[in-house]
């Protein structure tokens, strides 16, 4: 069964600390990998969308790499507002929908 | 541009009961798939409807049904509901159904069973 790791499960960091959220997937036929942001009580919203291997996607302080087996989103100098829970889905050539990890829950203190 | 709608945003039902959720896509999709989200996890796939019609199914039981109409909006029926069926569901839509597709999210509908 296809299945999506997503680590660390939460992840506190002080502003302008950098790190990174990891997403590993465990079952070749990738199509497409996604990464959501969702804050609490509302719908994941989309962020990026990576096809292959060595892609990089871009935006403000976030950027999303993809390798042949898992995809890395980099939060550079984060602020509070960051603070939200990043999923990443993957979309398998014959599994006709998209997987979801649980999760990386991401707390920026001031 | 309205996003995508969902309807109640929470809702409180005993054992055994019955419940119907509704979702309106994203204006210009017209695929809608649902998915349940436990707390502390992240969206199972539920099922997915595409011209009036299930195109795929997750690993739920005949217990959730759905149902897509001409104008695209949907329903996920939930019968005989269990205290594992606590969660919040969430309405997506897309352009199409087949391939990779962005999914635009709902805010969801909190269900909770007593």
């Known amino acids: 069964e296809d299945q999506v790791t997503q680590s660390p499960e939460a992840l506190r960091l002080q502003e302008g600390e950098s790190s990174s959220l990891n997403c590993s997937y465990t079952v070749s036929g990738l199509r497409g990998l996604f990464w959501y942001r969702q804050d609490p009580g509302k719908g994941p919203e989309f962020l990026f969308t990576?096809?292959?291997a060595g892609e990089e996607k871009e935006k403000e302080r976030l950027k999303a790499t993809l390798t042949k087996k898992e995809s890395f989103l980099h939060i550079t100098a984060p602020k509070p507002e960051d603070s939200a829970t990043y999923l990443c889905a993957v979309f398998f050539i014959y599994a006709g929908k998209s997987t979801f990890g649980d999760g990386t829950t991401l707390t920026v203190k001031p | 541009d309205a996003g995508v709608t969902q309807s109640p945003t929470h809702l409180i039902k005993t054992r055994g009961q019955q419940v119907t959720l509704r979702c309106s896509p994203k204006s210009g999709h017209d695929t809608v798939s649902w998915y349940q989200q436990a707390l502390g996890q992240g969206p199972q796939f539920i099922f997915q409807?595409?011209?009036?019609?299930?195109?795929q199914r997750g690993n739920f039981p005949d217990r959730f049904s759905g149902h897509q109409f001409p104008n695209y909006s949907s329903e996920l029926n939930v019968n005989a509901l269990l205290l594992g069926d606590s969660a919040l569901y969430l309405c997506a839509s897309s352009i199409t159904w087949e391939g990779a597709n962005v999914l635009t999210f709902g805010a969801g509908s909190r269900l909770t069973v007593l």
């Open positions: 409807y595409y011209e009036e019609e299930e195109r």
């Open positions: 990576l096809y292959s």
